[in-house]
């Protein structure tokens, strides 16, 4: 696992980015509201350290 914290002060650094995604997961997460890549970055960090616990 990680040695890195998150708690109050952790800020992580962002990093732009391109990827390609199926146009219906997109539309979906667009759905979700303004702060979709917010939302999106949430789900792929929960299933980062979803995933971390299982190695």
Same mark, same amino acid.
């Given at each position: 696992?990680?040695?890195?914290?998150? *708690?109050?002060? =952790?800020?992580?650094?962002?990093?732009? #980015?391109?990827? &390609?995604?199926?146009?219906?997961?997109?539309?979906?997460?667009?759905?979700? *509201?303004?702060? =979709?890549?917010?939302?999106?970055?949430? #789900?792929?960090? &929960?299933?980062?350290?979803?995933?971390?616990?299982?190695?």
């Amino acid at each position: 696992m990680s040695d890195i914290q998150t *708690g109050r002060f =952790y800020r992580p650094i962002k990093q732009l #980015v391109s990827i &390609r995604v199926d146009a219906d997961v997109l539309a979906w997460f667009r759905g979700q *509201g303004k702060k =979709y890549q917010t939302y999106m970055n949430q #789900v792929l960090r &929960r299933e980062m350290q979803i995933n971390a616990r299982d190695r």
